[in-house]
């Protein structure tokens, strides 16, 4: 075995060793969380800047003396650590452990060409870092790494005096030093190898986020402080956190955990970072921190929750330890942040959905009824020239009618009431057109409810704008189970609808004067979701909507 041989094999034992304690430094939590991290904080930069310098000037340290010179892992250390975390750990540590080298060597053949070669590779290693991609950079750290210790071998014979000196010492050391810069791709290899577990945790904490929103979905139908509350517990359970709060931008809306006897719902926010927080639209992190309202909380995560880019609150997780906000949880906890901020925005959206439908309903019934009170009016005022008794019972039956609908306080009345209404209608209009318009009813039993006055405008429609215009005829009221489902029709043997009438009214095109039909099918198709069928028969026109009985 040559001497050359034997100076490799050391030189990859020392690289080994490095290799070794950077495998150890992966496996403390801190150091393995800032390899997660895509940048680094000025503290974090320090210190792992400091454990570089360390393994460079030990790599001097620990070198094989050869005629003046020493065959050493000072360029690995230098390379890796600048590929690995950047140019500010790489230039610094060249610089710190070329100056170290020089000093602790002054005036000796291989001193100044060591200074320049150790700052060249951190300079290049920053290089490396920034311009070339992660999947590559191992093969580059080698080919750079090489050519460093070439630019020293021909550094050494430029300077060294006598040049046979130089010469002696590239001999010995050359092919040791630049074969063993194959380390560095051992060692960005084994550090990305923990860097690409940060792809496993993303989506490990992806599937965590989307599980929370799923078993959280159900409380955004319906925001309040009890549905809040349990939004709270659940990211509570499921992150282990110590507390969880949500909060608009000024009060307090839920709170669950640790210390929630010390906070009122509806108080007002009191901590300044979550004021801050709110006011930047920017996430917070604290470890070591002491809250106001529960001194015992030491970690805080602040995440603002946005509604259509405007900041509409926080959600804020606690933990009584310190340095629990790991690179995972808050890469979960920042994904879960957007989700819950979606959800409420979703929810505020059907909530506004659902008032305006409601109000709509509102608006289209008031249409409705001064329509048929109008027309109720008429048959009467027709029938008290030639009937007064008849006349009075009418008055009574209107009466009674108008008292039980304005006395409705819910949306949806029996379907039994609902007939009630039709059959009081139907009463006055037969007393206006007498033996010109037959009624026949064929109901079957079903118990289900639906909105006041959407059976009565469509028998109002048939008769008025079905059998009125042709002369006598028959309008049917049937209300048949099919099982899943109720189906209410009404049919007529009138003059039938016009093709053009049913198309505008899909169209949502009807003129003011027709409006009555349009408005059932505006309603039908808002409380149901689809809206009134209508059929030409021969003759007449049939009409009708199914409702699904589980539907409320």
């Known amino acids: 075995m040559n001497s050359s041989l034997e100076m490799l094999i050391q030189v990859f034992e020392r690289a080994a060793l490095l290799l070794i304690c950077l495998f150890f430094l992966t496996r403390v939590p801190q150091f393995k969380e800032s390899l997660h991290k895509e940048q680094h904080s000025l503290s974090e930069k320090i210190i792992i800047t400091l454990i570089f310098c360390l393994f460079a000037i030990f790599g001097t340290y620990s070198g094989i003396k050869v005629e003046g010179s020493l065959v050493n892992v000072r360029i690995i250390a230098i390379m890796s650590g600048g590929i690995l975390f950047g140019p500010w750990v790489g230039i610094i540590t060249g610089i710190v452990s070329g100056v170290h080298r020089f000093l ?11 200074l320049i070669t150790s700052i060249i590779a951190g300079i290049a290693s920053g290089f490396i870092n920034l311009k070339i991609k992660k999947t590559q950079r191992w093969i580059y750290g080698i080919i750079a790494g090489m050519g460093c210790e070439v630019l020293t071998m021909l550094l050494i014979l430029a300077m060294a005096e006598p040049f046979k000196l130089g010469l002696d010492i590239v001999s010995k050391i050359g092919f040791p030093m630049i074969a063993g810069e194959v380390s560095i791709g051992l060692i960005v290899l084994l550090v990305m190898s923990v860097e690409d577990e940060k792809e496993m945790i993303a989506a490990k904490q992806a599937k965590l986020a ?15 402080t009890e549905s809040l509350n349990k939004i709270c517990a659940i990211i509570k359970d499921q992150i282990h956190a110590d507390a969880v709060a949500i ?3 000024e009060t307090v809306l839920a709170y669950v955990g640790f210390g929630e006897e010390r906070y009122k719902i509806g108080q007002e926010i009191i901590s300044d970072l979550t004021k801050a927080a709110i006011r930047s639209g920017e996430i917070t992190i604290r470890n070591h921190v002491a809250d106001q309202q529960t001194p015992e909380i030491q970690s805080l995560l602040i995440m603002p929750l946005e509604e259509r880019g405007e900041v509409t609150g926080s959600l804020k997780i606690y933990y009584r330890k310190a340095s629990k906000m790991t690179y995972s949880l808050q890469t979960m906890a920042i994904g879960l942040s957007q989700i819950i901020s979606n959800l409420m925005e979703i929810s505020r959206v059907e909530q506004i959905k659902e008032a ?18 109008f027309n109720a009016l008429n048959a009467i005022a027709s029938t008290t020239r030639h009937n007064p008794e008849k006349a009075r019972e009418l008055i009574v039956t209107l009466s009674s009618y108008m008292r039980y609908n304005l006395e409705l306080s819910d949306e949806f009345i029996d379907i039994h009431d609902a007939l009630k209404q039709v059959h009081d209608y139907v009463e006055i209009e037969q007393a206006r057109f007498g033996s010109k318009l037959q009624v026949e009813y064929n109901i079957e039993k079903v118990n289900i409810k639906l909105p006041s006055l959407l059976i009565q405008p469509l028998v109002e429609n048939a008769i008025i704008h079905g059998i009125l215009p042709k002369g006598p005829g028959t309008v049917k009221i049937a209300v048949n189970d099919l099982g ?3 189906r209410i029709s009404v049919k007529d043997t009138g003059t039938g609808i016009a093709d ?17 039909l349009y408005n059932v099918h505006q309603r039908v198709k808002l409380i149901y979701g689809k809206g009134l069928i209508i059929k030409r028969l021969s003759p007449g026109t049939e009409v009708y909507f199914d409702i699904v009985k589980e539907k409320k």
Do not use: M
């Open 484 to 486: 899943d489902k109720v």
């Open 210 to 224: 989307l599980d929370i929103a799923n078993k959280t979905l159900p409380y955004f139908r319906s925001i309040n």
């Open 356 to 373: 305006a439908n409601k109000a709509e309903l509102k608006a289209l019934q008031t249409k409705i009824n001064p329509h048929f009170l």
């Open 500 to 516: 053009e009438v049913i198309e505008n009214l899909y169209r949502d095109d009807v003129p003011a004067n027709k409006i009555g």
């Open 247 to 249: 909060t608009d931008t």
């Open 104 to 114: 602790i060597d002054i005036g000796g053949v291989t001193s100044v060409p060591c």
